[in-house]
């Protein structure tokens, strides 16, 4: 789930993204200040919009992507519960912008330039991705942005397919994470060797 808040570009609207709706015919249904969306041919749900979110959730700030504290999230359910909608809303808060450890990297069978890693993420989670950075391979300290993230730009990270590889989340070059000073030079942010596996990582806004 990706709870995203910015009060300069969209308004006072609080999204909450559950689900991927690319490709999928949306079907919304609104009740008062709450927007339910979903997929119209499954009844998935894919998220909410929460209009004048400021009114109902306190201490709302944010610039894209926000963790909500257990008061906000609390408030959130009721929102939606006052609504009159019965969904269960469960809140994903763990890290999605963490610092990865690149244990292995092979050429990707059916490319010339992307490469399939398996890295390591913290608390035993070993993820598969694939990367096409000119500079990736074995051994490396890298920032990695899990599935459910969204990136400074706006796009949001979900597992996908590279030419028939499956990849779980998306390593990351400075000017990607919006980081001052980032690098013109293609490739990915390299970090220090002593960097903490899992440590989250702090984006630009």
Known sequence: MIISYNLNAVGDVLLVVVGN??????????????????????????????????????????????????????ELKQAIKDAGFNDTIVIDDTPKFVVGYVKTCVPHPDSNHLSITETEVGNGETLQIVCGAPNIRAGLKVVVAKVGAMMPDGLIIWPGELRGEASFGMICSAKELNLSNAPTKKGILELPADEQIGREFQVGI
């Not at 690319?22 to 249904?29: H, M, R, S, V």
């Not at 041919?41 to 926000?66: C, H, K, P, R, Y």
């Open 21 to 74: 709706g690319e490709g999928k015919e949306i079907k919304t249904e609104r009740k008062g200040h709450v927007v339910k969306i979903s997929d119209s041919q499954t009844d998935e749900l894919l998220g909410w919009n929460i209009f004048d979110a400021s009114n109902v959730i306190t201490d709302l700030t944010g610039v894209g992507q926000i963790h909500l504290t257990d008061e906000q999230d609390a």
